[in-house]
């Protein structure tokens, strides 16, 4: 079971640029929605920001970068 930390650990190498909680659950091993779950809390405490990709056809996608 992973913890906040544990998600921003093992994520901490591809966290150079925005990514969806898709593309991170999936780098770190978990689900999208445990990975959106983590990555609201971080943005919360000012530990992430929020972007969204307006660039395709249909919903945005909301991109969360980590602060380090």
Known sequence: SYSVTGVQT???P???KAMS????????GISRSTARRYL?????R???TVEYDIS???RPVKLYRLIL
């Open 21 to 28: 909680a898709s593309t991170a659950g999936s780098y770190v």
């Open 46 to 48: 000012r530990q992430a």
């Open 14 to 16: 591809i966290w150079d």
């Open 10 to 12: 093992c994520a901490l």
């Open 56 to 58: 395709s056809v249909g």
């Open 40 to 44: 609201e809390y971080l943005v919360e």
